[in-house]
């Protein structure tokens, strides 16, 4: 990578965050060593980006800095539409429409140039036979992550065999073609993942949970890589 591209990823990096980066963490992104992040924050300051921070702290674009007018180049612009044509096929209405409109958003602020790429996309999805059937609301499930809404339902595993859960709903995962819950199950006391085609009975409680060490995502991640 060149290093002015280099320079551009550290702002652009810092700009899609609220809270401090490490060096650390930058050069493994930038796949640089630590020490060339320093020089380069140091030379991006210099030149009058107002990054706060201090090595072996981390850093943080400064609330005073002006957005720049959104570019893009073309494998990125493949990615935005590639990423939204999936997301109209794979997920559902209100995800497809929020798609279309961030496309539509997306164009407004694009030179013409890079607007006709858009409108000659050649990056296409669709669904196929192999599509599962989801009976339950999928808008309202997503809102209920959202807004830790604790859930109620019937789920049946591969067996038939049909059991009432009290969940936590932590996240949603694509398996193709497959959606997966993953949510801390109240009943087995533990995570577990649940197929979105074998809910049923879905109910949104009104009681609300609270972020607890244990029982959230990030700790699902770190027991998986143990």
């Not at 858009?118 to 209920?144: C, G, H, P, W, Y």
């Not at 059991?163 to 073609?177: A, E, K, Q, Y």
């Amino acid at each position: 990578m060149r290093r002015a591209d280099r320079l551009f990823r550290i702002v652009e990096y810092l700009k899609a965050r609220r809270t401090v980066v490490t060096a650390q963490k930058l050069s493994e992104v930038l796949e640089v060593s630590p020490r060339t992040i320093y020089r380069d924050i140091a030379d991006l300051n210099a030149s009058g980006i107002p990054i706060m921070g201090e090595a072996g702290v981390g850093y943080i674009l400064s609330k005073d800095h002006k957005v720049q007018p959104l570019m893009f180049g073309l494998e990125e612009i493949d990615a935005l539409i590639l990423g939204a044509q999936m997301v109209k096929s794979w997920g559902d209405k209100g995800l497809a429409q929020a798609a279309s409109q961030a496309i539509d958003k997306i164009t407004t602020v694009l030179p013409e140039s890079l607007q006709a790429e858009l409108e000659q996309t050649f990056l296409f999805s669709m669904t196929s036979s192999t599509e599962v059937k989801i009976n339950i609301d999928f808008t309202a499930l997503r809102r209920a992550i959202r807004g830790k809404n604790k859930l109620d339902f019937a789920y049946e595993d591969e067996k038939k065999a049909r059991t009432n859960r009290r969940v936590r709903p932590l996240c949603l995962v694509f398996f193709s073609p497959v959606w997966l819950l993953l949510a801390w199950c109240e009943k087995r006391d533990d995570f577990r993942n649940f197929r979105i085609d074998r809910i049923q009975d879905l109910t949104i409680s009104d009681n609300l949970f609270k972020d607890e060490k244990g029982k959230r995502v990030q700790d699902y991640c770190c027991a998986m890589q143990n």
